[in-house]
């Protein structure tokens, strides 16, 4: 079988047999969801929920963006669902960590791989790190909500730059606003 008759799901799941042999001694967290959704979300790397559960955004974080979806009409299996970097990084002290520069570029050609391969109508980014991963400049108050046109692996992609749900559960004020967010993808797939 030559590699463009494998389906979708068996060519993740070659690239994340090449991060399981890169990362032999770290719990990975790689996608949830079928890659024949039209959207794909990113986030920036699990944290301690997500690497007990093996999936991405199961946290409170998860909880409030299932919430948001759900009230604009969307499950949460209507997506796909992934994260820049694939493990948990965490502090001396146990705790989660913002993902490194050098971390977020060590995933950034798996992640352009996997992009390919979903090859998704449009990319949502939960947060500052999603953005920076995907090399999008400024801040996420200038970028938020609004739609990039990138080139990713030679292939111009639509991504939605939306808050991060944890930068919403620390600032309720900004809830309306990232649900006003991600009620954009509905016109934009």
Known sequence: ?????????????????????????????FNDGSPEMPVMIIGEAPGKDEEVQGKPFVGRGG???????????????????TNVVKYRPADEL?????????????????????????????IVVLGRISMTGLGIEGSMSMNHGRVINKKIGGTDRKILVVYHPAAILRNMNWEPIFREDLAKIRKLV
């Not at 030559?2 to 990975?28: G, H, M, V």
């Not at 409030?64 to 299996?77: D, F, M, Q, V, Y």
């Not at 913002?98 to 449009?122: G, Q, S």
């Open 94 to 122: 146990g705790g989660n960590r913002t993902p490194t520069p050098e971390e977020i570029e060590k995933f950034r050609p798996a992640l352009e791989k996997e992009i390919d391969i979903v090859d998704p109508k449009l």
């Open 1 to 29: 079988m030559t590699p463009n008759q494998l389906s979708k799901e068996e060519k993740l799941k070659y690239i994340f047999k090449a991060i399981q042999k890169a990362y032999p001694d770290r719990r990975l967290v």
């Open 63 to 81: 909880r409030l963006l299932n919430a948001t979806l759900e009230k604009l009409g969307w499950k949460r299996s209507d997506f796909y669902v």
